[in-house]
């Protein structure tokens, strides 16, 4: 008997599906990095026809979303591995040199050099780097990482132990310092994290500062003191204070665009009601027809007489994963995403930044850089890694099928597409101009998305909450208003 249309169609994507996602895992395994024998990382990319430069290194963040995939098959090996390995190469001496990488920073990257017993890791800290962009995101991925890992394999010895509790607090003491400001965001400077190009990104931008607060939280489960010890109210508070402050002044949705769209300028003094001194017609007209009556997000960047309004999506993913944007703030973010899924998703998910520099605004804000033209690589480019965050955020806020359709209609352009590394045009149509192939965080990004697509209740262990309400938001820590 012939089997009806509908299950026939079914069962073809099933098995498409399967072995898209069994040839995807044999990519992954073969991008695995070995030292002294054991695995200890993911390579970025295994194109062989591109000039290696430093994608045959193991990247702090790339490095991240392998572990979500191998975390998610069970294997807690090399991601246990990998937290050693960069906890090693953390900076750890006290110095007042300036061209040494400062105390508790993580490596942007290494790579295994020599061979035999000449075998040693070379790490990374933007020296390298083209135009020596420092990593700010690495000792944050490695927090979250370690408590990504201590929930998934319920082993607790890793992070007790006297070396991780040491690199903890290096990390803290790195970031929780006042320094010239009294804000709770963290200033960085151009290219400090994904985007490690000149992009206009320096200030306060988001993705960074939720990165600190997912770190912050981290650090809080992790350091093995009692609740009082002073550095652990240091980070509580600090935790508390940029939550506030994220939620508050970097939220946008249709009424605080029309508080803003009305805000008098010039105030002085604590009770101004336009702190930062935003000048209304800063704010793009586009803005007031997109946003949709029901849709939100958190903007890219706060800074003096400057609201960056452009749509940062790993920023804005991770709040919702993490419990930082609350119950509302989550729906309306995922809201934005349904209603705005031609520009935020296109063809090949995840639009990175929304919308591109153009114009004089690229030329002044990154440089005329070619790389980084209108709609490319990280200026408006669709970055195929960031599924596992987008489906992870989707299931956290009950969206599950909305993810489980994204996904299905990609998958195997992706593989046919032999896992590009981004892709060009305002509708992520193309094969970025020069995106290397085989690129491992896009293998792992969408294997990740099919195992929580398979399994929601596992996303729990990128969690904070209590155990198993995968479906729901935990709305986390909240300052007095
Ligand atoms: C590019 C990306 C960076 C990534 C690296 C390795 O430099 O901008 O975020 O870590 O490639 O994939």
Known sequence: MKAPGWFSRLSRRGVASNAVEREAWRRLDASIVRYRGEPVGTIASGDGDAPAQNYDHVFTR????????????????????????????????????????????????????????EERLEPDFGEHAIARVTPIDSGFW??????AYTRASGDESLAKSDAMQRGIRLILELCLPPRHEMLPTLLVPDGA??????????????????????????????????????????????????????????????ATLNRIYRYQVEELGADAANPFNIRPDTIPEWLFE????????????????????????????????????????????????????????????VKLVFPALEGRDWQLLTGGDPKNAPWSYHNGGNWPFLLWLFTAAAIRAGRREFAAEVLDAVEERLAAEQWAEYYDGRGGRLVGKEARLDQTWSVAGYLAARRMLANPDAIDFLGFGAPSTATSCDAGSRAPA
């Open 290 to 349: 997109w946003m949709p009556r029901d849709g939100g997000y958190f903007a890219g960047n706060l800074g003096p007489a400057r609201l960056d309004v452009r749509l940062f999506s790993q920023g804005n993913l991770l709040a919702v994963l993490s419990g930082l944007a609350d119950r509302e703030q989550a729906q309306a973010i995922l809201n934005l995403f349904e209603s705005r899924r031609e520009d935020l998703l296109g063809e090949t998910p």
């Open 142 to 147: 490695w927090l979250y990482l370690l408590h």
């Open 62 to 117: 790339d490095f991240f979303v392998s572990a979500v995939a191998f975390l998610l098959r069970g294997e807690h090996e090399i991601v246990r591995n990998f937290l050693r390995v960069a906890l090693d190469l953390q900076s750890a001496d006290h110095h007042m040199d300036c061209f040494r990488p400062g105390q508790g920073m993580m490596p942007a990257s290494f790579r295994v050099a020599g061979t035999g017993a």
């Open 193 to 254: 994290f994904m985007i490690d190009r000149r992009l206009g990104v320096y200030g306060h931008p988001l993705d960074i500062q939720v990165l600190f607060h997912l770190a912050l939280r981290a650090a809080d489960g992790l350091l093995d003191v009692p609740v009082d010890d002073p550095l652990r109210r240091a980070v509580a508070e600090r935790e508390s204070h940029l939550a506030h402050h994220l939620r508050h002044y970097y939220w946008l949705d249709m």
